[in-house]
């Protein structure tokens, strides 16, 4: 079966499937776009997903392309031609078509792009053993927060861990302190037993995997603190992981070659991981 992908109004096959070169997501990176798993044919933690594709918009000054009843519509049909009961649909929405200025056009359309896959689970031994990530300065822009197409440093970030062997890169602030990763969010457990992730702000992506998994530890009775943390203490924790929509929770059990904890994952990676598998079938 061919693969179907939704451009602009049209279902259409992938193969064929293309957008305008002067569309301004192509021209400026002038858009954003969200990237949600499907687990049994439905959407994890849909709503989150919502809220930040929505808040996006309104921080880009992109008019919505059509209610979110509509667009629902689209990402259940284009789920359904393409048979996908375990995977992930990524969808774009760039400010539209004009003649190529660096200032807003008026009266001009969103472009949307709604596309699905099947994905293969991260390979269980990953999990079981840990992965390590390095670190490098954070050359991103200040508006972070706003998931937008403009990811060159982090597509850099990617190819610069793949490239020494490990899985991520955490990105360092010109304070010394880990922001995030290149595609997931950062995490440890403090020397004195605390679960620490960076507090949402413009300096990162408010990861929707972050903020159930906040919200796991929370009904846990974890003790969390919300604040910035040194590369630094990173490397003094007892253990250290990693969040994203297709990572869930990964262990992470080496930074620039230097273990962490005892050089394998966890107990509260894991519990992390088993608790966020289970909320998936009530997400």
């Not at 490098?136 to 597509?155: A, E, F, M, T, Y």
């Not at 595609?183 to 992730?197: D, E, P, R, Y």
């Not at 300096?203 to 943390?229: C, D, H, Y």
Request: hydrophobic content about 45%.
């Amino acid at each position: 079966m061919s693969r179907i992908a939704y451009v602009n109004g049209q279902y259409i096959e992938h193969r064929r499937a293309a957008v305008h070169i002067d569309d301004r997501g192509y021209q400026f990176a002038d858009g954003i776009y969200e990237v949600v798993a499907i687990v049994g044919g439905r959407l994890i933690d849909a709503e989150l997903h919502w809220q930040r594709l929505e808040r996006s918009l309104r921080e880009m000054k992109i008019s919505a392309p059509m209610s979110r009843a509509a667009l629902s519509h689209v990402i259940a049909e284009v789920i359904r031609r393409n048979g996908v009961a375990d995977g992930i649909v990524y969808l774009q929405i760039t400010r539209g078509v004009a003649p190529r200025d660096h200032v807003f056009p008026k009266k001009v359309r969103p472009a949307v792009v709604v596309t699905v896959k099947r994905t293969k689970p991260v390979d269980p031994k990953l999990v079981a053993r840990g992965v390590d990530v390095i670190s490098l300065p954070d050359i991103r822009w200040g508006r972070c927060d706003i998931k937008s197409l403009s990811l060159l440093p982090n597509v850099m970030a990617k190819q610069a861990a793949k490239e020494q062997g490990a899985y991520e890169a955490w990105l360092v602030d010109q304070d010394g302190n880990v922001t995030e990763g290149s595609s997931t969010n950062a995490w440890i457990v403090s020397a004195k037993g605390t679960l620490v992730t960076r507090k949402a702000g413009p300096e990162i992506l408010n990861g929707v995997t972050r903020l159930a998994v906040l919200a796991l530890a929370r009904a846990e009775k974890m003790k969390i603190e919300e604040r910035s943390f040194s590369l630094k203490e990173a490397l003094k924790a007892k253990e250290a992981f990693i969040t994203s929509t297709t990572n869930f929770v990964m262990p992470v059990v080496r930074i620039d070659g230097k273990t962490i904890g005892g050089g394998k994952p966890g107990p509260f990676a894991r519990k992390l991981r088993e608790h966020y598998i289970a909320h998936m079938a009530t997400a």
